[in-house]
């Protein structure tokens, strides 16, 4: 069953684990509150969370927009180290 964890503009965003599979929620959120708020949602329903802080202005199209180039490729590497750091692959 979904469990609210935030509402930041008008919606509702909801985080669940589909049965028997492995769920990680990535973040890369600067709003230290909606961090601490996904953290806590992922730990009451035993999914892994983890989080950087790429949006940042550097990291954005017109400092406020999607992430542009460098955003995308910092976000790459992060994800691509995400299965060795959590021990995924061995």
């Not at 935030?6 to 973040?27: A, L």
Request: with cysteine; charged share 25%.
């Amino acid at each position: 069953m979904p469990v609210p964890c935030c509402r930041r503009t008008q919606g509702c965003y909801s985080i669940s684990k589909p049965d028997g599979e492995r769920f990680m929620v990535v973040n890369i959120s600067t709003d230290v509150g909606l961090n601490q708020k996904l953290s806590k949602a992922c730990e009451e329903l035993g999914n892994e969370y983890d989080d950087t802080p790429l949006l940042i202005r550097e990291n954005r199209l017109n400092g406020i927009g999607h992430l542009n180039r460098r955003g995308n490729e910092e976000l790459g590497h992060y994800l691509f180290g995400l299965p060795t750091s959590y021990g995924w692959l061995r």
